[in-house]
């Protein structure tokens, strides 16, 4: 059975740092895009920065110079750090593995899979 745990989160003054990790666990053979989201409460949830297999990146404009995405595929694991941290970066933030596939049952499985999220909060 396939999960992503994140980890990392937390309070953090602004101007300071945080590095969230998301561990995809399960018998994974790839992943073709690792991506980091993030929601607040009653806002949509929005893309920070992605992470392709063949190692392009990409983020949106907010986070551009601040954060950097990696990703470790010998681990299945993505990594975002945080840099200049801002209040308006507090949000849960939530790590998606895009065309995931796994193998379940005797065959290969290809799916999009979320994480449960983790709380950053960035105070002034």
């Known amino acids: 059975q396939v999960q992503l745990v994140e980890s990392g989160g937390g309070l953090v003054q602004a101007g300071g740092s945080l590095r969230l990790s998301c561990v995809a666990s399960?018998?994974?053979?790839?992943?073709?895009?690792m991506s980091w989201y993030r929601q607040a409460p009653g806002k949509q949830r929005d893309l920070v920065a992605t992470?392709?297999?063949?190692?392009?990146?990409n983020y949106a404009d907010s986070v551009k110079g601040r954060f950097t995405i990696s990703r470790d595929d010998a681990k299945n694991t993505v990594y975002l750090q945080m840099n200049s941290l801002q209040p308006e970066d507090t949000d849960v933030y939530y790590c998606?593995?895009?065309?995931?596939?796994?193998?379940?049952?005797?065959?290969?499985?290809?799916?999009?899979?979320w994480g449960q999220g983790t709380q950053v909060t960035v105070s002034s």
């Open positions: 998606n593995a895009a065309g995931l596939k796994y193998f379940d049952r005797w065959r290969y499985y290809t799916h999009d899979f």
């Open positions: 992470a392709a297999i063949g190692g392009t990146t």
């Open positions: 399960g018998s994974i053979s790839s992943i073709d895009v």
